[in-house]
């Protein structure tokens, strides 16, 4: 079935540390790609998004690069900060033309701690 | 500010009570969603509803219930029947169910019963 696998955390890195994390997927047809950030006792925000093959997704000095040759929307930031502590979902997204619902289908979650 | 409300933040419940959690949403969209999150797990998807008076069951709808009466309203109910009903609740909107439409988080429920 269709799924999405992440990197178990934790992952702790020192302020202005290089991120990656990473994410591959397991789907029927070509579905949308997200990259969801949740702080603590909060909901999640969509970080950023890719809809087809070789799009790239940034925001906030976040990208991800939709490879769909290695079925992979890895999370890379350059120089990450300690109010980047949070913890990363990456989600895929079928439906539409393909006759489904808007369905999500999370990862696991990936833990970030960032220390000064 | 357009947005997702849900309330309250915190909510604890007695064993063998219903209890309803509240999602308004401004935003104008058409499809709205129910989620439960669990400690170190993604989410799963309970409900959702594409439409005023039309809903489907997610992947875990057993022991839960919802309505969809007005656009902007979309409570759950979690009922005496659902065995483990300690969790996050968070509601989500999208403009329509089409794959691709971003879903919009509001800030989540905790539920707590004992």
């Known amino acids: 079935g269709d799924s999405v696998t992440q990197m178990e955390g934790p992952v702790t890195l020192s302020e202005e540390a290089f991120l990656t994390i990473n994410c591959t997927y397991t789907a029927t047809g070509y579905p949308s790609l997200f990259w969801y950030v949740q702080y603590p006792g909060e909901g999640l925000q969509l970080l950023l998004k890719a809809t087809k093959a070789d799009d790239k997704g940034s925001n906030k000095g976040f990208e991800a690069t939709y490879r769909k040759e290695t079925t992979s929307f890895h999370l890379e930031k350059g120089s990450v900060q300690v109010s980047d502590s949070a913890v990363y979902f990456c989600a895929l997204s079928l439906g539409g033309s393909s006759g489904g619902y808007n369905k999500l289908i999370f990862g696991a979650g990936t833990r970030l701690a960032v220390h000064p | 500010d357009g947005g997702i409300t849900q309330s309250p933040k915190y909510l604890f419940r007695k064993e063998g009570q219903n209890v309803t959690l509240s999602c308004e949403q401004n935003?104008?969209?058409?499809?709205m969603y129910w989620y439960r999150q669990d400690p170190g797990q993604g989410l799963r998807l309970i409900y959702y509803s594409q439409i005023v008076n039309d809903f489907q069951k997610g992947d875990i709808a057993e022991g839960y219930s919802v309505s969809r009466e007005k656009k902007e309203s979309f409570p759950l109910t979690v009922t005496s029947a659902q065995k483990n009903p300690t969790a996050f609740y968070l509601c989500a909107s999208s403009k329509g169910l089409a794959g691709g439409y971003e879903q919009y988080f509001g800030p989540g429920t905790r539920l707590t019963v004992t």
């Open positions: 935003l104008n969209h058409d499809a």
